[in-house]
């Protein structure tokens, strides 16, 4: 089974900040890497799929890259709004979630 | 639009059994692999299952294998998943999400409780 670690856990962040997120993956999932962000209660929202391509509606400030092991979610300024948990996927063997990075306000 | 709505949660004693559903409307259900994710309360993301398009391909994960088995009927637009010997660390809110790969559309999910 293929095993995605997130880091960090947690983030602490201000309005405007530019915030990186990083997941590996236990071994290579090509470029099969989605990010998803979730808000308390809610159900996950994809924001990236193919580990660089923007979802449809997403803000441009979200973006990602990377292959094989090594991924990164970044948002470029922070909003109020992108306050929320997020979540690595990988789907090159069905699908593994990292287990997740809060964003909290600083 | 996508609709997903489960339902079927609930209270339920461990060792017992549940069928959650997944009402699926606004795409053809027939063309899409559909998946179950769950979430425990206050943890992340779980993979559970995941089912082709005609439900001729099923797979799950280790922590739910020959306990939990995924179906689907096409003609009227339902996912199931029925659950079987509930144990108290399968409590969670169970998720359906549409697609194989990645999914752009995820239901609000349905708590299951498992306690005595």
């Known amino acids: 089974d293929i095993q995605m670690t997130q880091s960090p856990s947690t983030l602490s962040a201000s309005v405007g900040d530019r915030v990186t997120i990083t997941c590996r993956a236990s071994?290579?999932?090509?470029?099969?890497l989605a990010w998803y962000q979730q808000k308390a209660g809610k159900a996950p929202n994809l924001l990236i799929y193919k580990a660089s391509s923007l979802e449809s509606g997403v803000p441009s400030r979200f973006s990602g890259s990377g292959s094989g092991t090594e991924f990164t979610l970044t948002i470029s300024s922070l909003q109020p709004d992108d306050f929320a948990t997020y979540y690595c996927q990988q789907y090159n063997s069905y699908w593994t979630f990292g287990q997740g990075t809060k964003v909290e306000i600083k | 639009q996508v609709q997903l709505v489960e339902s079927g949660g609930g209270v339920v004693q461990p060792g017992r059994s549940l069928r959650l559903s997944c009402a699926a409307s606004?795409?053809?259900?027939?063309?899409?692999?559909m998946h179950w994710v769950r979430q425990a309360p206050g943890k992340g993301l779980e993979w559970v299952a995941v089912i082709s398009y005609d439900g001729s391909n099923k797979y799950y994960a280790d922590s739910v294998k020959g306990r939990f088995t995924i179906s689907r009927d096409n003609s009227n637009n339902t996912l199931y998943l029925q659950v079987n010997s509930l144990r108290p660390e399968d409590t969670a809110v169970y998720f359906c999400a549409k697609g194989y790969s990645t999914s752009d559309y995820w239901g609000q999910g349905t708590l299951v409780t498992v306690s005595s």
């Open positions: 606004g795409f053809t259900f027939s063309s899409y692999g």
């Open positions: 071994q290579s999932i090509s470029t099969w």
